[in-house]
């Protein structure tokens, strides 16, 4: 196909003449009996007699020298007729450099619009190696550090993700904000037959370490939630050594087969990396996955633009922070009470309630005096066909005081009240339960749970299980009514109790 816009051969000018036609009508209306005037032949003047060694030199009358008029140009000279060729000769000038330049501006549109510009046709230079490669990826001989004597063998490895790809616990890799990634290598590998002892390593290199980052900010908050499958959140786990940042947490699966997954995962300048390592009726250990962290950050890192890794390590703490009322429990850090069945959901944050308690606390925790802020929340129990009638559910409040003594002070006289309730009230039975003396962001947690039982008539008693939790300011007192064979285990609750402070900890 021939060249679009190659600019065809000008046309002539219009008006343009030869610059001796021109000088040649100068010189005629200067010297009568000259040249002819312009575009004229020139024509010799009268003759004088004929010398006799040969013809006798023109001349011009006034005794010109012969050749005047014949010098140099005069094109541009003063008179009418100089300007009006003057003016004619500018014009076409200017006509053919707009000609030229819209002719060039559609040859550099057309080249931006199809892809073609200078050089189109031509083999595009070859793009730089991609950080992300088969080669990035764990590897049987990698993952024999989690269990020597398995049978590992690869069974996937794709360099995409599509509707039948394996995903992470607690992670929704495409959800809403997350930016795309450029490129993704998938691999999985297992123990022997057992499809439930395994890992599965997914790896993401986005545009830049920004996009990275945004993508492990919302990840990190989805580890911290667990909405996807359902599943109890054992730990969350405090990672050093690995890339720019790291986080993970431990998930159990609550089927009638327990399944734990220690899911970690790692930003390394562009470059993310993702483990679920997964075992049944035990704990992948966290620090075993982060130094397989380590490996693959350490095979990507210098590419990706990163930090690589540096003696990984982990240490059970607290899950991360969640997108939404980090303050509160998330559903997966109340565990199912019927193994396979049931879910928690929890419902929006009131500031006015009512306060329905086991009638031992001495105070309504809706109008107590003090607080500068009351906040609550339940989490039901839905889909357990085993579960009481009516609703089954824990409820959660959280007052906060302008100072420390405002909190002192309600714990103090909430643990008395309840301490004493046999004596002052006789329907009561309180059992003390384990104390909560632990530490999260650096705050100290510190509380206690018991097992309240009232006798609500002669053939009729009712459970409840209460937790109190102080964090600095912040007073947490939670609650569940339960059944004397439907209820969780005196380790639960207390966990649940404790969690409930840590999850507040975390936002101050």
């Known amino acids: 196909m021939a060249a679009a816009g190659s600019p065809s051969t000008p046309a002539p000018v219009a008006g343009s003449t030869a610059v001796g036609g021109a000088a040649g009508a100068a010189g005629a209306a200067a010297f009568p009996g000259g040249p002819a005037g312009a575009g004229g032949t020139a024509q010799s003047g009268p003759t004088g007699p004929t010398s006799p060694t040969g013809p006798t030199s023109p001349t011009t009358p006034g005794g010109a020298p012969p050749g005047r008029g014949q010098g140099p140009s005069r094109a541009f000279d003063s008179g009418d007729g100089g300007n009006n060729r003057r003016r004619n000769l500018i014009l076409a000038l200017v006509a053919a450099l707009v000609v030229i330049a819209v002719v060039t501006t559609a040859v550099l549109l057309r080249g931006r619009i199809t892809g073609q510009g ?5 083999s595009p230079s070859p793009t730089a190696t991609p950080v992300l490669t088969p080669a990035s ?32 616990t607690c992670l929704v890799l495409d959800a809403q904000g997350v930016p795309l990634a450029q490129s993704t290598v998938v691999r999985k ?31 990190s908050k989805q580890l911290g939630d667990c909405s996807r499958p359902i599943a109890l959140l054992a730990n969350g786990w405090t990672i050093s050594g690995v890339g720019d940042a790291a986080t993970g947490v431990t998930a159990i699966v609550q089927d009638k087969t327990a399944i734990n997954h220690t899911v970690q995962l790692s930003r390394s300048g562009s470059v993310v990396h993702v483990i679920d390592a997964s075992k049944p009726q035990a704990t992948p250990d966290g620090t075993a996955v982060a130094k397989l962290l380590g490996t693959v950050v350490g095979r990507t890192c210098q590419a990706a633009g990163g930090a690589c890794a540096d003696n990984p390590s982990a240490s059970s703490g607290v899950p991360p922070q969640t997108a939404s009322n980090p303050e509160f429990l998330a559903n997966a850090d109340l565990p199912r009470i019927t193994a396979g069945t049931g879910r928690w959901g929890g419902t929006d944050v009131a500031t006015t309630f009512d306060f329905f308690g086991s009638q031992c606390e001495g105070k309504d925790l809706a109008t107590v005096a003090g607080p500068e802020s009351r906040k609550h929340r339940a989490y039901l129990l ?16 959280i007052l906060t005081y302008p100072d420390k003594g405002g909190a002192d002070g309600l714990v103090k006289d909430i643990t008395a009240s309840i301490n004493g309730c046999e004596k002052n009230m006789l329907t009561a039975k309180v059992e003390q339960g384990a104390a909560i003396d632990t530490k999260a962001n650096n705050k100290a947690i510190t509380g206690r749970v018991w097992t ?24 947490i007192y939670t609650m569940i009514p339960t059944g004397q064979s439907f209820d969780f285990n005196n380790d639960q609750w207390k966990g649940i109790a404790e969690r409930a402070g840590q999850r507040l900890a975390t936002t101050l």
């Open 118 to 122: 200078p050089g189109a046709g031509q």
């Open 137 to 168: 990826m764990l590897t049987v001989d990698d993952v024999r550090s989690l269990d020597s004597k398995a049978a590992w063998a690869e069974i996937l490895t794709q360099e995409r993700v599509d509707a039948d790809t394996p995903r992470p």
């Open 189 to 219: 590998l297992q123990a022997g037959n057992d499809a439930n002892n395994s890992v599965l390593h997914e790896a993401f290199q986005f545009a830049s370490a920004d996009d990275a980052k945004s993508a492990t900010d919302l990840w």
């Open 382 to 397: 839905q889909e357990d066909a085993a579960a009481p009638e009516g609703t089954f559910g824990v409820d959660e409040y």
């Open 452 to 475: 309240i039982t009232q006798q609500v008539d002669q053939n009729t008693k009712q459970r409840y299980r209460v937790g109190l939790v102080q964090v600095d300011r912040t007073v």
